[in-house]
């Protein structure tokens, strides 16, 4: 394969995976709106292993379990591909006792199986604590074998997400990065001045489509001290000389 075929191959891995990366963040920073308790254990732990004086890295995974645990539950309760990827069988088969015809559509209803409530009590809560065992979360949802896995918000068989790793790492570093250097203000009602929590229960607050994220809604982030503050701009020149040296346009400073 030529090489700028690989370029283009390895690229598609982080382009396949942005939208549903990006919904499964935005509705994670939702779900930490309305779930404060969960938030500030998040915080405690990451404070606690990462400390004021540097930005969590991706060698700090193993020791912030519950921030995994986290992610993993919000791809559980709102997994972006609810409906998972449609499939077609070559062949005419049966499983189970069931004729699947050549050409039929094969749903992997994402959503009926993660609020199984006989793997996942109380299934439409937010708690991170059920991928938790003995103080560690559960490995990573990686893998094809689909009984070796904790959520299946990747999909399951031969045609499981390839790039599941990076869009773990990705989520693991942004979210970290947030919760140890940002505070999160909820939206504000602009007629009653009331704070308004989102209800992530309610199927409103959701746009349809492929990949399903939470509709649009004002969210206020704010860097917890000068020192944060200036440790997060320190990385955002550090990023910016790196677009600099591939060509890229700077990004605007906020």
């Known amino acids: 394969m030529r090489d700028e075929y690989l370029a283009y191959a390895a690229g598609e891995l982080l382009e396949a995976g942005t939208d549903t990366t990006s919904v499964t963040m935005q509705t994670l920073i939702l779900q930490l709106l309305g779930h404060p308790d969960v938030l500030r254990k998040a915080r405690e732990e990451v404070d606690r292993e990462v400390g004021p004086h540097r930005m969590p890295t991706f060698d700090d995974e193993p020791k912030l379990p519950y921030v ?9 309760v709102r997994p972006s591909l609810p409906l998972g990827l449609p499939h077609t069988p070559d062949v005419d088969d049966t499983w189970n006792g069931y004729h699947i015809p050549r050409g039929a559509v094969v749903i992997g209803n994402v959503w009926a199986i ?41 999909g399951w068989g031969r045609r ?5 790793a990076v869009a773990e790492a990705s989520m693991f570093i942004a979210l970290a990065r947030i919760i140890w250097g940002l505070d999160l203000k909820p939206p504000i009602d602009p007629t009653t001045g009331k704070v308004l929590i989102p209800d992530m229960t ?16 004002s969210v206020g982030f704010r860097a917890r001290s000068d020192g944060h503050e200036a ?24």
């Open 202 to 217: 309610d199927e409103t607050m959701f746009n349809d489509g492929f990949a399903v994220g939470p509709r649009a809604c």
């Open 68 to 76: 995994v645990a986290c992610i993993k539950e919000s791809l559980r």
């Open 160 to 164: 499981f997400c390839p790039g599941s």
């Open 114 to 154: 993660h609020m199984d409530e006989a793997r996942y009590p109380e299934p439409t809560k937010f708690n991170p604590d059920r991928f938790m065992t003995e103080g560690q979360p559960m490995r990573w949802g990686s893998g094809p074998d689909s009984k070796d896995r904790d959520h299946y918000a990747f």
């Open 231 to 254: 440790l997060i701009r320190g990385a955002f020149e550090d990023a910016q000389a790196g677009f600099e040296v591939m060509g890229l346009a700077r990004d605007e400073e906020v």
